[in-house]
């Protein structure tokens, strides 16, 4: 029997357009084997969770340039924790400094990428982190 | 001597030469030759395609005397937190030697959304400033000479109302309205092709863009009413072919909108101005620029006959490209930024941003903009390159880039012409799919080490990073922000706003130019957000479909 496909949502919340870095990496997940939903640009940390609960989808991707990360990340933590969605991955990316991806490793959130990072990474860490948390 | 031999010895041994394992395309992907010559621009007649600096076409420059009569503007792009912060980076940088302003807006103002609204909770004056009304207004340009300088507001979706707000503060310091300069963004085809930044569909957003150039023409007619944009199609990861067609054909699409509404051309297409990126490859970007003016002149020319030559000429604002800029080693950065300026300035610019090295990370720091500033600087007063006038034009290989352009963009007008236009080809989705085509293969380019990024995917050191000490926008803007608008509804008259958004209502409804009536609302100190929703209530909301 053939694994189950890792299931991402890929959301980007609140007031930011910018969409590239969501679309680029929905894509590279597609080509790498694994199923995207892609909820597109305006959602709000409940429509991203509803979406994540109705799909039982894996990971949650986050897309940010706005600098709202650290309320966003922080919002769709606690509804994911409070909706049985606790042991699923939290992850993203975006312009998000150095000094913040500390802190939102303090909240719960998993690797967070930048400008620069190499698609092959952030496939690569989904898929550690899925092998290792299979359900 | 037969003159042709060298040129075959060189063809021969060209293609004996061992060459290194590297990518030679352009960094849109263009094949290039390994040398132009004069059989590349064989049919090429300088006379008619190059003209003269301030000649049709404009190929060499708008201005018969370019930089030795005018530098460009050199306007950073500013604005975080609270309008007194902002106020006070405009000054720091006035008195470093800016010469225009330029305002950037956060992200709730860009959507129309006053800083209360549910969905700004966590961006207010986190990328730009926080604008709610015209007491907001007041307070970012406080003590700055208005009639003296030029203002560019980055704004699109509440583009109208947010320059009258702009003109209600100039009334209220009894500066003329005719003696106002500054450059309003006011480009909705682009942000549904790349940035994203509505409110309604596109056609009730054309009519207000409409309705702003008539205004204009009478009463602010020295008021760029629009700054057509590819900067943000590029950052979106377009090709500079794709930025090049994608803007002029939103250009000529709000010509022809202008024109059915019953506008004379040459009325308001002197006041529209352009906004290009300038990237990272060198050449294919000066190309770009020139090929711009070219093209614009000819289509204003021939397909609109427009007759005041001042309606033939593609004035624009450049920026360097903040998608090139990399998180790792930010420093580098400002050597990116001067060679992507210097572009600008060879390409002819009318005025020009250049980044700071930390905008990957952050909104730029004071030094990080100081040393951006400086970059241009150098370049006007040390570097020589502002003495002649379009001092690559004739290169062979910047002629026949040139012309590729052109013939590139011209091949995307018939594309979009056979979908119907560029409305049409929105709702189609035609631009999204071919910028993010374009965008991920750059990436998949970067991710297997076709294209270089120094630093990045190169050349990277071990663990070695260099850190620089960024911005931060403190969490108490937000509450300062929503206890000020607070205050402004409660201090104004609040049975008066509701008459003037009725009033507002009621003209959006008919055909009426509705400027006079946002300017009426924004007297009376309506919000962003109010404006934004009374006339929601009558146009709708614009929703995108998902797809990558």
Not at chain 2, 403 to 431: C, H, P
Request: net charge negative; glycine share 8%; with cysteine.
């Amino acid at each position: 029997m053939a694994a189950a496909k890792i299931k991402v949502i890929i959301a980007k919340p609140g007031l930011d357009g910018h969409d590239r870095g969501a679309k680029v990496v929905a894509r590279a997940l597609v080509e790498a084997g694994m199923e995207v939903v892609y909820l597109g640009l305006q959602q709000t940390p409940e429509s991203i969770v509803r979406a994540a609960v109705e799909e039982d989808a894996d990971v949650i991707g986050l897309s940010i340039l706005s600098g709202a990360h650290l309320s966003h990340f922080r919002r769709v933590r606690e509804l994911m924790n409070a909706s049985g969605l606790g042991e699923r991955l939290l992850t993203g990316g975006g312009i998000i400094p150095t000094k913040d991806q500390e802190k939102l490793r303090a909240l719960g959130v998993g690797r967070v990428f930048g400008p620069g990072d190499d698609l092959r990474d952030i496939v690569g860490y989904i898929r550690d982190w899925h092998s290792s948390h299979s359900r | 001597m037969d003159k042709k031999k060298p040129e075959q010895r060189w063809r021969d041994r060209w293609a004996k030469a061992s060459l290194r394992d590297a990518d030679f395309t352009s960094i849109s992907g263009r094949e290039l030759q390994p040398l132009y010559a004069q059989v590349d621009l064989a049919a090429f007649d300088p006379y008619t395609r190059l003209g003269w600096p301030g000649e049709y076409p404009f190929t060499r420059g708008v201005h018969p005397s370019m930089y030795r009569g005018k530098l460009w503007t050199m306007r950073q792009f500013s604005g975080m937190g609270t309008a007194e912060q902002t106020n006070a980076r405009y000054k720091f940088l006035l008195a470093r030697g800016q010469t225009g302003l330029s305002v950037a807006f956060d992200n709730p103002t860009l959507y129309g959304r006053d800083s209360d609204h549910a969905l700004a909770v966590g961006e207010v004056g986190r990328t730009g400033v926080a604008v709610d009304s015209l007491a907001d207004m007041e307070r970012l340009f406080r003590d700055l000479p208005l009639e003296a300088i030029s203002t560019s507001m980055t704004i699109n979706a509440p583009a109208a109302w947010i320059f009258t707000m702009f003109l209600a503060n100039a009334e209220k310091r009894n500066i003329p309205a005719a003696g106002l300069r500054g450059t309003l963004q006011n480009d909705i085809l682009k942000e549904y092709i790349a940035q994203k930044e509505w409110i309604f569909p596109p056609e009730p957003h054309l009519r207000l863009i409409t309705d702003l150039m008539a205004f204009c023409a009478d009463h602010v007619p020295q008021w760029n009413t629009i700054s057509i944009s590819g900067y943000h199609i590029r950052e979106a990861g377009s090709t500079a072919a794709q930025e090049l067609a994608f803007t002029l054909a939103d250009g000529f699409a709000y010509v022809e909108h202008a024109i059915r509404a019953g506008l004379d051309i040459d009325d308001f297409a002197p006041r529209l101005s352009f906004f290009f990126n300038s990237h990272l490859d060198f050449f294919e970007e000066v190309a770009k620029l020139r090929a711009a003016r070219r093209i614009w002149a000819r289509h204003m020319k021939e397909t609109y006959k427009a007759g005041n030559p001042r309606s033939w000429m593609c004035r624009f604002h450049v920026q360097t490209a903040g998608c090139s800029l990399t998180a790792q080693q930010p420093e580098i950065n400002v050597v990116r930024t001067a060679l992507e300026a210097l572009a600008g300035v060879l390409g002819g610019c009318q005025s020009l941003h250049t980044n700071s090295m930390d905008e990957a990370l952050a909104l730029p720091s004071e030094k990080a903009v100081e040393i951006a500033l400086r970059t241009q600087q150098i370049i006007a007063h040390e570097s020589g390159a502002a003495n002649v006038i379009d001092p690559l034009g004739g290169s062979y290989y910047v002629e026949k880039l040139t012309n590729d352009l052109e013939e590139e963009a011209e091949r995307y007008f018939e594309r979009i012409r056979e979908l119907g236009g560029v409305v049409k080809a929105i709702e189609m989705g035609f631009f999204q799919q071919e910028i993010t085509r374009s965008a991920y293969q750059y990436q998949l380019a970067l991710s297997r080490g076709r294209k270089i990024l120094v630093g990045v995917n190169a050349f990277a050191g071990r663990g070695e990073t260099l850190e620089i000490p960024v911005l931060e926008i403190d969490e108490s803007v937000e509450r300062d922000q929503l206890r000020f608008l607070a205050e402004v509804k409660g201090r104004r008259d609040n049975a008066a706003v509701r008459a003037r958004l009725e009033d507002l209502r009621r003209a959006a409804s008919g055909t009426e130019n509705l400027i006079p009536r946002l300017l009426d609302a924004s007297r009376a100190y309506a919000t962003v957000g109010e404006i934004s929703e009374a006339l929601a209530g009558v146009f709708g909301e614009y929703r995108e479909q998902p797809f990558y």
